[in-house]
């Protein structure tokens, strides 16, 4: 048996990997409702691509996936919490707030999952995304989720989040990181 690399798994279940101009540009944003028929199909390749992931990686903490990471430069992202929460469709998605209060914790990315990094993130989060419909929703996002929700819109913006970092952190091989055994803590 070969050992597969983490980053060549995701490769081969059809994730783009990091260097990829693609994940490095601003998604295009859909007109909707005039695309809803677009948007949608992109919603169901996502997932789908979500489904072939977790056949071979379970996600503890929860996952996301950004239409840039299958390969499509639109600006959706579905995210799917810990604990059979319903799965979140991000449109459009925006950061219309923040807390002041942030938190470190370690995050993956599907697009170079060989590595985890040390991320500060705000502890909340106010997101407007837009319906199907054409109407605009206005969300908030605490703790976990609002990492993860923002994790897929700094995809959407053409950011990993190694850029997140702080300069003097750098990320750590996933077999180091599996060895601290921490989740997300939050007090």
């Not at 995701?10 to 693609?22: K, N, P």
């Not at 219309?96 to 470190?104: A, G, K, L, M, V």
């Not at 700094?154 to 091989?173: C, E, F, K, Q, S």
Request: aromatic share 6%; charged share 25%.
């Amino acid at each position: 048996m070969i050992d597969v690399r983490p980053s060549q798994q995701m490769r081969d279940l059809g994730v783009v990997q990091r260097g990829a101009g693609i994940l490095a540009e601003p998604a295009r944003a859909f007109d909707l409702p005039a695309e809803r028929d677009e948007a949608e199909g992109i919603i169901d390749e996502l997932f789908a691509a979500m489904e072939r992931i977790g056949q071979v990686h379970p996600f503890a903490k929860g996952m996301g996936i950004a239409a840039p990471q299958i390969g499509i430069g639109r600006a959706v992202a579905v995210v799917l919490p810990a604990a059979d929460a319903p799965a979140i469709v991000l449109l459009n998605p925006k950061i219309t707030d923040r807390s002041d209060e942030t938190d470190e914790q370690y995050e993956g990315c599907l697009s170079f999952f060989d590595v985890r990094g040390h991320v500060p993130r705000p502890l909340e989060i106010t997101v407007e995304t837009t319906a199907l419909t054409g109407e605009a929703v206005t969300t908030v996002y605490e703790r976990g989720l609002a990492r993860l929700v923002h994790h897929e819109i700094d995809h959407l913006d053409g950011l990993l989040y190694t850029a997140r970092m702080r300069p003097d952190v750098a990320p750590i091989p996933v077999e180091e990181y599996r060895q601290t055994g921490r989740a997300w803590a939050y007090e």
